[in-house]
Antibody, heavy 115, light 112 residues
Framework: EVKLVESGGGLVQPGRSLKLSCAAS????????MGWVRQAPGKGLEWIGE????????NYTPSLKDKFTISRDNAQNTLYLQMSKLGSEDTAIYYC????????WGQGTLVTVSS | DIVMTQAPLSVSVTPGESASISCRSS???????????VYWYLQKPGKSPQLLIY???NLASGVPDRFSGSGSETDFTLKISRVEAEDVGIYYC?????????FGSGTKLEIK
């Protein structure tokens, strides 16, 4: 069974950093692109970015490129999202998803940016 | 960025009847390889999104064949036949043709 489990969310003060993890299981992690999508409270889906199998290609939505960094550890079957300079606009549920088509999603982890 | 526009904002359907949701892209999603890169997702209440349709008309694994996708280069339709109570939620179209990937604002399906 394909499983994606995000962790690392929580309450963080404005201007601080936070790193999210996405633990993958039930499939060969090395064979898939992975991505991050977020959803602000009561809002729609916003694509953050994606990373290819060997981390040689990483794409971001332009507005987040200077704040967020996507990485992966294939040995640990884990995807990461490093977020910096967080503001209230970054309050959202953060999902990791498998593959270019987002065929599988994690349950999400809530990040709340507030003082 | 490619803008995805969905309609209607919400739809209320009697169980057993059909529902259609429209999505329009600001740019053709037809790639030179012949594939149209529009996708449909359903987010059930309190749950993560799930893939329903990929590449405009292909049913994702495990999705009932009551769901179908169709369209042209810029205008797309998700049709749900014989709507059931479990189909409630918010439906999103998305384009995966070019970065940044973008989604429509969603259509909420409710049961009468």
């Amino acid at each position: 069974e394909v499983k994606l489990v995000e962790s690392g969310g929580g309450l963080v003060q404005p201007g601080r950093s936070l790193k999210l993890s996405c633990a993958a299981s039930g499939f060969n992690f090395n064979d898939y692109w992975m991505g991050w999508v977020r959803q602000a409270p009561g809002k729609g889906l916003e694509w953050i970015g994606e990373i290819n199998k060997d981390s040689s290609t990483i794409n971001y939505t332009p507005s987040l490129k200077d704040k967020f960094t996507i990485s992966r550890d294939n040995a640990q079957n884990t995807l990461y999202l490093q977020m910096s300079k967080l503001g209230s606009e970054d309050t959202a549920i953060y999902y990791c998803a498998r593959g270019i088509a987002f065929a599988y999603w994690g349950q999400g982890t809530l990040v709340t940016v507030s003082s | 960025d490619i803008v995805m526009t969905q309609a209607p904002l919400s739809v209320s359907v009697t169980p057993g009847e059909s529902a259609s949701i429209s999505c329009r892209s600001s740019k053709s999603l037809l790639h030179s390889n012949g594939i149209t890169y529009v996708y449909w997702y359903l987010q059930k209440p309190g749950k993560s999104p799930q893939l329903l349709i990929y590449r405009m008309s292909n049913l994702a694994s495990g999705v009932p064949d009551r769901f179908s996708g169709s369209g042209s280069e810029t205008d797309f339709t998700l049709k749900i036949s014989r709507v059931e109570a479990e189909d409630v939620g918010i439906y999103y179209c998305g384009q995966l043709l070019e970065n940044p990937l973008t989604f429509g604002s969603g259509t909420k399906l409710e049961i009468k």
